[in-house]
């Protein structure tokens, strides 16, 4: 079945930019929507957006202007740039599969989850 | 923001019948999804469009909604249900999670 795993650097600086991968496995990036979702330690979820197989994204609002999601198909990869970071992006990233409908969505599967930790 | 509202926490006796509720705006009009999340580990999909439940989910577990408020009830609850459960759902500008459930199993 399809599997997902993150990768990317664990410590990143304030004001640079975070930047995670998601690899693909099992099964073809293609027909399917690829989400980034965060947990604070010790808080809830936040969805931060999606992508497309054939490019097209969806970002949450509250982190539009600093979000970039990209999709890379012939590696069955999609990935997560988040700028100006600050303490306040210090959190679990999870990249999951996202079923999308006029009415509907859901996420299976996840990934394992990577601790990013924002600090100097 | 579409904002979900959940019971911070909940807490059912072994074997017995627990409703956890997700209300919202965006309920009225879209699909709710639910996650099961132990600790240290990535959520689990439990129900999707509302009501319905992937393979390898427990029958246990099943979910409704009315107005703007949709339900995850796990009938007969056991010691492995001890977890934090998730609502989801979107609507035209977003995609937003409920505030999480602690459930305790006594």
């Not at chain 2, 807490?11 to 099961?36: F, H, K, M, P």
């Not at chain 2, 439990?46 to 796990?74: E, K, M, Q």
Request: one cysteine or more; hydrophobic letters at 30%; a neutral charge.
């Amino acid at each position: 079945q399809v599997q997902l795993q993150e990768s990317g650097p664990g410590l990143v600086k304030p004001s640079e930019t975070l930047s995670l991968t998601c690899t693909v496995s099992g099964g073809s990036i293609s027909s399917y929507y690829w989400s980034w979702i965060r947990q604070p330690p010790g808080k809830g979820l936040e969805w931060i957006g999606y992508i497309s197989s054939t490019g097209s994204t969806n970002y949450n609002p509250s982190l539009k202007s600093r979000v970039t999601i990209s999709v890379d198909t012939s590696t069955n990869q999609f990935s997560l740039k988040l700028s100006s970071v600050t303490a306040a992006d210090t959190a679990v990233y999870y990249c999951a599969r996202e079923r999308v409908g006029s009415l509907y969505n859901w996420f299976d599967p996840w990934g394992q989850g990577t601790l990013v930790t924002v600090s100097s | 923001s579409s904002e979900l509202t959940q019971d911070p926490a909940v807490s059912v006796a072994l074997g017995q019948t627990v409703r956890i509720t997700c209300q919202g705006d965006s309920l009225r009009g879209y699909y709710a999804s639910w996650y099961q999340q132990k600790p240290g580990q990535a959520p689990v999909l439990v129900i999707y469009s509302t009501i319905n439940r992937p393979s390898g989910i427990p029958d246990r577990f099943s979910g409704s909604s009315s107005g703007n408020t949709a339900s995850l009830t796990i009938t007969g609850a056991q010691a492995e249900d001890e977890a934090d459960y998730y609502c989801n759902s979107r609507d035209s500008s977003g995609n937003w999670f409920g505030g999480g459930t602690k459930l305790t199993v006594l």
